[in-house]
């Protein structure tokens, strides 16, 4: 257990519809990333929060945006969902903004019909 | 653009049977190399950081290596709970404050008994 929680475990929903993600980083981390794994893509960087800050940017859509909120929690939410989005959504957290290992969750499965 | 190569994608060894896993990978300059081991359908377990060429690290029958363009994962005498996908994953100097990591699309191993 690395201590990352994310919830839901699963996610079903039909196309166009929006929905949240939420994860919980290990106690004192303040870093969260956001990766996206799919079965043609593998593991993709989406989005780096860092205390709150959004710190880094990768392969994010534009319907997709993400927060950190001041308990440190962050959720990252998908909007318009396209059949495409399906995919296997993991957080990670580590220790401080400079700190270099990531921890990842156990993921959240989203299925878009 | 940064990036990173795992071979072979697949790899059946015997219970007790030796090998290597390869990461090439190409970056601008590289702040560390990460490997983590992933279970299907649960999130990457991190494993090993290496800084710098010709640094080892060991944690029971695994063993990681690296030079200035690839590292090994080395396995010793694998058993059948070993059998999982192994990612690789560079973080870039440029990356900056940010500390995003580059994900190789792993090589999956199975141990069979």
């Known amino acids: 257990d690395s201590g990352v929680t994310q919830t839901p475990k699963h996610l079903i929903t039909a196309t166009g519809q929006r929905v949240t993600l939420r994860c919980s980083p290990r106690?004192?981390?303040?870093?969260v990333y956001w990766y996206q794994q799919s079965l043609d893509q593998g593991l993709q960087f989406l989005i780096q929060?860092?205390?709150?800050?959004?710190?880094a940017k990768g392969n994010i859509l534009e319907r997709f945006s993400a927060q950190q909120f001041p308990d440190l929690h962050s959720e990252l939410n998908l909007s318009s969902l396209e059949l495409g989005d399906s995919a296997l959504y993991f957080c990670?957290?580590?220790?401080?903004?400079?700190?270099?290992?990531?921890?990842f969750g156990p993921g959240t499965r989203l299925t878009v019909l | 653009e940064d990036q990173v190569t795992q071979s072979p994608e697949a790899l059946r060894l015997q219970e007790g049977e030796s090998s290597s896993l390869n990461c090439s990978y190409t970056?601008?300059?590289?702040?560390?190399l990460f490997w983590y081991r992933q279970d299907p359908g649960k999130g990457p377990e991190f494993l090993f950081t290496?800084?710098?060429a010709g640094e080892e690290k060991e944690k029971e029958r695994l063993k990681a290596t690296l030079t200035k363009k690839e590292s090994f994962l080395h396995i010793t005498a694998p058993k059948p709970e070993d059998s999982a996908t192994y990612l690789c994953?560079?973080?870039?100097?440029?990356?900056?404050?940010?500390?995003?990591?580059?994900f190789g699309s792993g090589t999956q191993l199975t141990v069979l008994p």
């Open positions: 990670a957290s580590s220790a401080t903004g400079t700190s270099n290992e990531q921890f």
């Open positions: 929060y860092y205390n709150g800050e959004e710190r």
């Open positions: 970056v601008s300059g590289l702040r560390g």
């Open positions: 994953a560079v973080q870039p100097i440029s990356s900056g404050s940010a500390r995003q990591l580059t």
């Open positions: 106690s004192g981390d303040l870093s």
């Open positions: 290496l800084y710098s």
